[in-house]
Each structure stands twice: as C-alpha cells, then as structure tokens.
C-alpha cells in the first residue's frame, strides 16, 4: 500500500474579521529600582503579559514624558510658514542635531503648562494659540516616555531662559526647507521629523 503524502501545512493569517485581538495588561509580579536618576529611572520588572504572551522579566525606563513644541510663524507667508528650531549638542549622539524645541514634564504638571515653559526657556518665544497636534512612545521596546507635539502659533519673540547646561542656537527655517532636508537625509531627530511631516499631512488635508 502506497504511503500517503502529507499535505504542506498553510500558515493561518490573523484579520481584522478573524480571532479577536489581544488586549488589557500586563499583570506585575515584582518590580526592582535598578538605578534612579534626576530624569529617569531604570526597573526590572517582572510581568505576565495580555495575550499569551507568559511571564517575562523587561528592564524598563520610566520617564515622566515629554513635550515637543512645533513653533509657526506665519505672519511673512502662510503657505510656507516660518518654523523655530533649535541647534545643539547632544552627547548620546555624538553630534550636533537640529531639532525642535522640547522638555520633560515635571511632576505634577500639565503637558500644556510644560511645553508654553519650556518654549520661553529654551527659545524665549511666546504663542497665543495652542493646540495638541499628537502623543507618540518614543521607544516603548524598554522606554516608557510619551512625547506630546503641541503647535504654537501667533508666535513673538522674548528672552530666553535656558538651564545652565543647555548651549541652544536658535534658528529660524521655512516649512519647505524642513521638509527637504527631512527628505536629503540631515536632519535625525525622531521628535522632528515626525512633528513636521505630521503639520505637513494635516495642511494638505486642509486640517490646519
């Protein structure tokens, strides 16, 4: 009798239609301060996580969250608004890196009241229309930190405030010219890049 030939198995595609999707989350079994700093803290926490996922030990960064504030002046031309930047050394990177103006949340503070301070510290600017634009992770593999972008406009300028430590250029660029070097590959700020292209999709959208 001829043996029989099985059949390749086809592997099963999970759809939006198909088996309900895993929610809820992670039950913490134990937590360890592995090292505590002025901005953040290092766990070890051990969890069992939603969706069969087990019991898992993750070292986690807990971070109060940030804000981001994407600066407009469209007084000079709307179509291509003027944007705040600011040039600085960032020592994890190893270089200088253009990005837009940003800072933790203190303990107990509003993202909004955060990113109007941070604003007149960092680039002595004041905005008297505000307006949430998004809230990302910005590494939820090990970083808990959410970064929330707020767009400023009626923007005028005033005196800056920056920490001791912080040796900030302020700069000045059309929205046209951000995107084009986003597009050539010189500008890596994750915060950046994500807050213009976002302002770029909402003003074609005609949202903004």
Known sequence: MAAKTKKPLTPK???ATG??????????????????GKVFSVLSE???EPGGGGVNTRDVIRHNGSIVILAIDESKDAADPEI????QYRHAAGQFLLELPAGRIEPGEAPL????????EE?????????????????????GETMSIYLARDIREGAANPEADEKIEVIRMRLSQVLAM?????IHDGKTMIGV??????RRAGRL
């Not at 088996?19 to 505590?36: F, P, T």
């Not at 009241?113 to 007149?120: D, G, P």
């Open 19 to 36: 088996r309900k999707k895993a929610s809820g989350k992670a039950r913490l079994i134990s937590s360890k301060v592995a090292y505590k």
């Open 13 to 15: 595609t999970s759809t």
């Open 84 to 87: 705040i930047l600011e040039r």
């Open 123 to 143: 680039t002595g600017y004041r905005a008297k229309r505000w307006s949430h634009l998004t809230k990302y992770f910005a590494s939820p593999g090990f970083l």
């Open 113 to 120: 009241t955060a990113a109007k301070r941070e604003m007149i």
């Open 197 to 202: 292209m976002f302002l770029e999709a909402e």
């Open 182 to 186: 986003i597009a050539a590959d010189k």
């Open 46 to 48: 051990t969890v069992e």
